[in-house]
């Protein structure tokens, strides 16, 4: 159990390695050699030039400006200087309504820390029970739990009171955000420029027809059903074969330019040279030069002859299309109703923005689907059992006596102060943030196995996952396993009646179990996340080795993004945490109050000069944000309730559960307010716009602007058969087919029920 010192102790170590990053920060944002890490989007902008075009050699490497190292962290200020409105012109809603779900934490609990010192802290500290008690070990800062509070005291009134209160005030700040941000997306999406996803929908699940092929199909389908509206189609290809040898041939091309830069700055040394086989390592020497070029031949033909494969079978043609309409109008009525009496097929969903689209997923068949996602499901649920051993260890760590007795011959260097402070502390802390560096990763595998077709629902999904498994392993999980591991010895001479006295008892005391998280993940972690040690690295070995041109040097930048599917379930445990905590342990709410306000600064100033969004969803991940507090919420009012129940407080449980009822009735009430916000686009904005634009550019050239929109990224410039526009002039009614006539026909299309559809 950590007591205060090893808290000190961890606290210090934190600070200092949090102002070890923000200096080296400081002097590393400075140099003008890192200008394009530090400051890559003002770069992809086209509004920054680079300060190493102009002035001596050594001012080019070396800012040797004083007054610059003075103010070294005047980059804080300046991060919060862009108002909001400019910085959702500057980076997106996204972005904008990303950074609000840190400044949702500090609307939540500034109050709630102020009240909850200034009251609960008093009230729990005049006790002495956990001194008077021997069933539970304890520690300087258990002193100031609910913990130390006897048993059926009158003073768990303060405790029932303020429980309701931080309920309410949770309730209100959720309120009034999420209906900011529903406001702030109908904004963006009236004043938002014209994009091809206002006009476009995704198909999916094309029925099979025997006259006609999937494009032809999908033009006569939604000429008849949409024909005043439908302007044209891009069928989706199976083109994951062609995506892979154009990744193939981009890197290869890599290679040849290293090698030829290589050679060019020593020309009169010896080619370079390469081994043909596995990583370069292995297989014959031959010239590296002479070896790519030959190699990059050989792609660029079986690229071409690929290419020429996916157009003309039809095999390679999916059942799925993007339709583009000529208004908004017409795409919303289509977006949003269901196209054909079976349910099941002519599927129609908003389509993503065109850079928001996973291709690969596009070409798995939609009867897979639901397969896809019960394996996963099945997997998901192994993962989340079988990752409970290293969370139970980690756990372990926190407890001296335990690992001396599992490893006594380690006791001598465990009993040194220093070394004692230091495990308990820092240690487990930091062993968990190693257990969970690769979990995202996984779970991203996970959601592209499950078929989903934009980049946003795969991160949105991806943090739905997450945002579980923190919950079932890291937060119940350290409560639940380190608490059993704790009191071990206790659990097997007792009564199993006294079970949940014993686990309710000490649960107030993993508190400290989560205050050293917080240092090591919300404060270090936060800190190391502005210094971008990975990104400077790969640039300058890139520019040293790769770049040759402008152009390299721009691709060479990463400018990275604000990777939500990680973040947010980050911040949600937080959340979490100062929800539950903050009746039971009010000391640990200083810690995530902390995180906030630096995590808040931090990322605004990585949106505003780094991050470069890989799409632009208009916050459509809110709802979601809003409903894991209110799980967070409705958790923490659950454990309160079992905690009094164990201390034994009359009518607790009679006074409490209306909270847990109310929070959900609020939850509903907010959802139908303020969800359809965000899963629809209403006709009436729908009209404006079109007609406002209209007016603004009546000539207009929407088919131009739409044909390649959602034309495969590996097809551009490619050929590829077209669909030709529908002439909006045509008088005659009929539809033009392929189809020979179908009455009496037994091979009649699904889709094309009804005799108008018959030609």
């Given amino acids: 159990m950590a007591n205060l010192t090893a808290i000190l102790t961890s606290a210090a170590i934190n600070l200092l390695t949090a102002f070890g990053f923000l200096v080296a920060f400081a002097l590393l944002r400075l140099q003008p050699f890192n200008d394009r890490v530090y400051f890559p989007k003002w770069y992809l902008k086209g509004i ?35 108002p909001e409105p400019e910085l959702i012109e500057h980076a997106g809603l996204d972005s904008a309504a990303y950074i609000r779900i840190y400044l949702l934490g500090l609307k939540i609990f500034f109050p709630i820390t102020i009240v909850s010192l200034a009251v609960l802290v008093p009230v729990n500290y005049t006790n002495d029970e956990l001194e008077r008690s021997k069933e539970v070990y304890f520690s300087d800062i258990d002193k100031l739990s609910i913990s130390n509070v006897p048993n059926a005291s009158l003073k768990f009134i303060a405790h029932l009171i303020l429980s309701y209160l931080f309920t309410f ?104 040279t390469t081994k043909t086989g596995l990583l370069g390592l292995l297989g014959d020497k031959v010239d590296a030069i002479n070896y790519y070029k030959t190699e990059i031949e050989k792609l660029s033909e079986e690229e071409k002859n690929e290419r020429e494969r996916v157009a003309t079978d039809p095999a390679a043609i999916m059942p799925a299309a993007f339709v583009s309409f000529k208004s908004r109008w017409g795409a919303a009525v289509c977006a949003q109703t269901q196209q054909s009496s079976n349910a099941t097929i002519w599927l129609t969903e908003w389509a993503p923005e065109p850079r928001d689209v996973y291709w690969r997923n596009l070409a798995i068949p939609y009867v897979e689907l639901n397969v896809r996602k019960l394996f996963m499901a099945v997997a998901f649920f192994l993962l989340i059992f079988f990752f409970m051993i290293p969370i139970a260890f980690v756990q372990s760590l926190a407890n001296i006596e335990k690992i001396e007795k599992v490893l006594p011959f380690l006791k001598p260097i465990i009993e040194m102060d220093k070394v004692k402070t230091v495990i308990q502390g820092f240690l487990p802390g930091i062993a968990l943030k190693i257990f969970l560096v690769l979990l995202p990763m996984i779970l991203m595998f996970m959601s592209k196995i499950e078929g989903y077709t934009s980049l946003s629902s795969l991160e949105r999904r991806s943090a739905a996952k997450y945002h579980l498994f923190i919950l079932l392993n890291v937060f119940l999980g350290s409560i639940l396993a380190g608490t059993a591991l704790e009191q071990l010895d206790k659990f097997t001479h007792q009564a199993s009646s006294e079970y949940l006295e014993t686990i309710g008892r000490a649960m107030p005391m993993k508190g400290t179990f989560f205050i050293t998280y917080i240092m090591v993940d919300g404060w270090s972690g936060i800190a190391l996340e502005i210094i971008r040690l990975p990104a400077l690295v790969l640039y300058h070995l890139k520019n040293t080795f790769l770049v040759k041109t402008e152009q390299d040097r721009e691709e060479a930048m990463d400018p990275g993004s604000l990777n939500f599917a990680t973040n947010e379930p980050r911040i949600q445990l937080y959340l979490l945490l100062g929800l539950v905590y903050s009746v039971v342990t009010p000391i640990l709410l200083p810690f995530i109050l902390i995180f906030f306000a630096f995590a808040y600064v931090v990322f605004r100033h990585q949106i505003i000069n780094v991050y470069n969004q890989k799409y632009e969803s208009g916050a459509a991940f809110w709802p979601f944000v809003h409903m894991r507090v209110i799980i967070g919420l409705i958790i923490s009012q659950l454990l309160v309730i079992g905690l009094f129940r164990t201390l034994e407080v009359r009518h607790s449980t009679y006074i409490l559960i209306a909270q847990p009822v109310l929070t959900f009735w609020f939850h509903r009430v907010c959802k139908g307010r303020f969800e359809p916000a965000f899963v629809t686009f209403p006709l009436q904005d729908a009209m404006v716009k079109d007609t406002v634009e209209k007016a603004t550019e009546p000539n207009l050239n929407l088919m131009a602007y739409l044909k390649d929109a959602y034309v495969h990224p590996d097809f551009k410039g490619g050929e590829l058969n077209k669909p030709e526009a529908i002439d909006e002039e045509e008088s005659s009614p009929l539809v033009p087919t392929k189809r020979t006539s179908q009455m009496g026909s037994k091979h009649e299309s699904e889709s094309s029920e009804g005799p108008f559809l018959r030609s």
């Fill in 48 to 82: 920054r030039g680079s300060p190493t075009s102009s002035g001596t050699v050594v001012q080019k490497f070396v800012n040797l400006d004083i007054m610059t190292y003075v103010k070294f962290l005047n980059w804080m200020p300046a991060a919060l200087r862009m």
């Fill in 169 to 272: 005030w949770t309730c209100f700040v959720l309120y009034f955000e999420y209906k900011r941000m529903a406001t702030k997306r109908l904004q963006f999406l009236a004043s938002q420029s014209r994009r091809a996803d206002q006009f476009s929908v995704l198909v999916r699940n094309v029925p099979p027809d025997p006259d006609e092929s999937v494009s032809e199909h999908v033009e006569h389908f939604f000429c008849v059903n949409h024909p005043d509206h439908y302007l044209t189609h891009q069928v989706v290809y199976n083109a994951n074969k062609l995506a892979r040898l154009v990744a193939k041939k981009k890197s290869l091309k890599n290679r040849l330019v290293y090698y030829q830069n290589k050679y060019e700055r020593h020309p009169k040394r010896l080619r370079p």
